[in-house]
């Protein structure tokens, strides 16, 4: 294990392939492509939904456990959750899919 407190590293989102959803609370899907020192790697499926109050909330992929509950399928600290969350609302909000967000969760 490399400890890296103290370095910094830029961290890129591409958001990209919106693909509109016919629900009651979803209603778009994109992919994420993350970008951190030199490594990418995709997060498929993350969904916007309708919040009661008129506005959008983010949400990270998820998969029924064995319970058939939902589980999140990626986990991410806040400081790279809330960055990743404001580029799909934007995105969302550029391809008119979506209105300023009223709260997010993942």
């Known amino acids: 294990m490399q400890d890296i407190t ?18 009651k609370t979803l209603f778009a899907m994109v992919d ?3 970008q951190l020192a030199g490594v990418a790697f995709l997060i498929q499926g993350v969904q916007a939904r309708r919040l009661p109050q008129a506005g959008t909330s983010i949400h990270l992929p998820t998969f029924r456990d064995i319970d058939g509950g939902p589980k999140t399928a990626i ?10 969350t404001d580029a799909v609302l934007a995105f969302l909000m550029e391809e008119r899919l979506a209105r300023p967000r009223c709260g997010s969760a993942s």
Request: charged share 30%.
């Open 6 to 23: 103290g370095d910094t590293a830029i961290l890129t989102f591409v958001v990209s392939n919106a693909r509109r959803i016919d629900s």
């Open 32 to 34: 994420v492509e993350v």
């Open 75 to 84: 986990i991410l600290p806040d400081e790279v959750r809330e960055p990743l």
